[in-house]
């Protein structure tokens, strides 16, 4: 059995070589944001993740417009689509647009990826978690719509491929702990020391949402609820907006502990929404988050006038030249909240770090 500290110090290996190892960004920035952008569509909730293989960054994201819905009418219907890019510059058609409605929903939202460091297939080329091994990458999302009769629930879809999808291993996620309650913004993190992953997701109760942590040995389960997490500001007497959502963890090597990056938003809509960082407490606790800092990013006319930073989500890469780690954020902005169903026509921007505190636009 491997011991938590050398557990610990292959996850860091192995961390370091597959998120860090690509010799210089191929992300071109030299252009301003907007990166992607359609007239007749509004997209947010933003994910995404580097191929080193064929130098390519996949991207997904929630993509509202005109759709026929399950009744046959036409209206503003939630898509999950991914696409594909070798400078965040220029993109790709859609691998894959999701709509839910072959499965009785109305509609689906909020991609969030996760690449798989427990990943021991030798099948690189399989589609999904089949033989009882965990995918490499795996996509949590959220049926939307709110359906009579039918509770927004979580599912997710898996792939040892990043450049390959497949809608058909679109799989419910944590349901039988989830079940008849309002669950949405999936995300999950995998610990080494426990040899479990971690669930975080915004659930209804009554009228109030609320943040919910489970953990599992598998993707596939069995999931054990561990309670309702907790975010603090950098006072620790200052609680944060109890709203949170859009979750994503990733590890943060200068203090050996994993970040929440998530989406607050006052409690009084339609107040501006923001991207924050959360710190883990300590190490091993996974429901009490603390140090919280909004995201500050430059407000750009005509692109993020109204919700300068909505989503976002942080992709990491390692700078051979400079010999750093850069934090990349993609996220949502947009000017208006009155289209596309009262979400705006939101369209996706980039913002770079090299301390999680100052953040540059192109």
């Not at 510059?89 to 996760?114: A, E, H, K, Y």
């Not at 993020?304 to 954020?329: P, Q, S």
């Not at 026509?345 to 540059?360: C, E, P």
């Amino acid at each position: 059995m491997i011991g938590i500290k050398k557990g610990f110090w292959l996850f860091e290996v192995c961390l370091f070589l597959t998120l860090f190892s690509s010799v210089l960004s191929t992300i071109n920035w030299s252009e301003p944001n907007p990166r992607l952008e359609y007239d007749d569509k509004s997209i947010k909730d933003a994910t995404m993740g580097y191929d080193k293989k064929t130098e390519t960054y996949f991207v997904a994201f929630s993509s509202f417009y005109n759709s026929t819905s399950a009744d046959g009418t036409k209206k503003i219907i939630c898509h999950v689509v991914g696409v594909t890019s070798k400078d965040m510059v220029t993109f790709s058609d859609p691998l894959f647009t999701i709509d839910g409605l072959d499965r009785g929903q109305g509609g689906m939202c909020s991609p969030n990826l996760w690449i798989n460091e427990k990943h021991i297939s030798n099948n690189i080329e399989s589609d999904d978690d089949e033989n009882n091994v965990d995918p490499r990458y795996i996509l949590t999302m959220n049926s939307w719509g709110d359906l009579p009769n039918k509770t927004n629930s979580l599912f997710y879809m898996s792939s040892n491929n990043l450049m390959r999808w497949n809608s058909r291993s679109l799989r419910p996620l944590a349901a039988p702990i989830t079940k008849g309650k309002r669950a949405i913004d999936a995300a999950v993190g995998w610990d080494p020391s426990a040899a479990l992953y971690y669930l975080i997701w915004k659930e209804r109760i009554t009228k109030t949402d609320v943040n919910q942590m489970a953990t599992a040995p598998s993707i596939r389960g069995p999931w054990k609820r561990i309670g309702e997490v907790s975010f603090r500001l950098k006072d620790e007497e200052e609680e944060a907006n109890a709203t949170q959502e859009n979750y994503e963890f990733f590890w943060y090597s200068p203090t050996q502990r994993w970040v929440i990056v998530s989406s607050d938003y006052g409690k009084q809509l339609p107040e501006p929404r923001s991207t924050w960082l959360y710190f883990q407490k300590e190490a091993g606790n996974w429901l009490e988050w603390e140090n919280g800092r909004k995201i500050e990013v430059k407000q750009e006319p005509g692109f993020n006038t109204f919700h300068m930073a909505n989503a976002g989500f942080i992709h990491l890469e390692y700078d051979d030249i400079e010999d750093e780690v850069v934090y990349y954020m993609i996220y949502a902005g947009n000017t208006e909240r009155k289209s596309f169903a009262y979400r705006g026509h939101n369209r996706l921007g980039m913002a770079k770090s090299k301390d999680l505190r100052k953040w540059i636009i192109p």
